[in-house]
């Protein structure tokens, strides 16, 4: 009986933990660049269930059965795949469009980010291309880390009246060059581990290599648009409604073994 109410607990908790990430992505419909993230349910291994005292039974006789052990959130990833363009009309708002990514040997196709600094020199990777200038005339994003050039340096562009190309050269409003936004190239995002605000990490030592100068990548810089979350609001509604109902199941049982419980001890057994 026990093991049916760590059974339950365990299927609660993984329905728990889908809800909160079905709601942070509902939560990030409007944010620019946001990639939703998506649950791996998994069942732990069964065990095999014998019975005890079996010395004068027939031999595997005293096989019982297998028995489920519950289930539980294995993993979030991120769905990398391209959210749709909106059209803003600011010089400061720049959507990177993915066209061809190569297929790593995964089976998984690659993802293009820009690439930004923050004020410890520590890169980090986005899909967010909401971005502004800062007192010191430099291009940075919403969380005032510096958007880096192919040389892995800060873009200067003194104002906001500043032209980006298709392909990411930066040229003043007297067409004066300043450089290449950087474009890395995920291989496998897999790789990538999200920490807020629309900034992604690697998980091991180093940086993306470049996806400029790459044959096998085709994409744009579109001034002007931004990228929208790839969030499906109506789907994340109906699975969030699923998740309720699977936790309200599963909570029914736990309090029908609870019940069971509650009688044995009270009434099972009594004198009298």
Avoid: C
Wanted: no cysteine.
């Amino acid at each position: 009986m026990l093991r049916g109410i760590y059974g339950s607990a365990a299927a609660m908790i993984a329905q728990q933990q889908r809800q909160e990430m079905l709601t942070n992505n509902l939560a990030n419909v409007n944010t620019p660049g946001f990639k939703a993230d998506q649950a791996s349910l998994r069942s732990f291994p069964n065990m095999l269930i014998q019975a005890m005292n079996t010395s004068n039974m027939k031999p595997n006789s005293h096989v019982v059965g297998s028995l489920a052990t519950g289930s539980y959130l294995q993993e979030r990833t991120p769905n990398f795949l391209q959210g749709d363009l909106q059209q803003t009309g600011n010089n400061l708002d720049l959507a990177l469009l993915q066209g061809t990514v190569p297929v790593n040997e995964d089976g998984r196709q690659g993802a293009l980010f820009f690439t930004v600094q923050n004020g410890d020199g520590e890169v980090r990777y986005t899909r967010n291309g909401n971005l502004a200038v800062n007192g010191q005339g430099f291009l940075v994003n919403s969380q005032g880390f510096y958007v880096l050039n192919t040389a892995g340096q800060p873009i200067e562009v003194d104002n906001e009246e500043f032209r980006v190309d298709r392909e990411g050269f930066v040229f003043t409003e007297d067409e004066v060059p300043l450089g290449q936004i950087q474009v890395a190239l995920a291989q496998d995002p897999m790789l990538l581990v999200k920490e807020g605000d629309g900034l992604l990490r690697l998980t091991e030592e180093g940086v993306l290599p470049t996806a400029i100068g790459n044959g096998q990548v085709a994409y744009q810089i579109q001034q002007g648009f931004i990228e929208r979350s790839n969030v499906d609001s109506a789907q994340t509604m109906t699975e969030m409604m699923s998740a309720y109902r699977s936790f309200e199941a599963n909570q029914k049982v736990l309090q029908a073994y609870d019940r069971s419980l509650e009688k044995a001890v009270n009434e099972v057994g009594r004198i009298g």
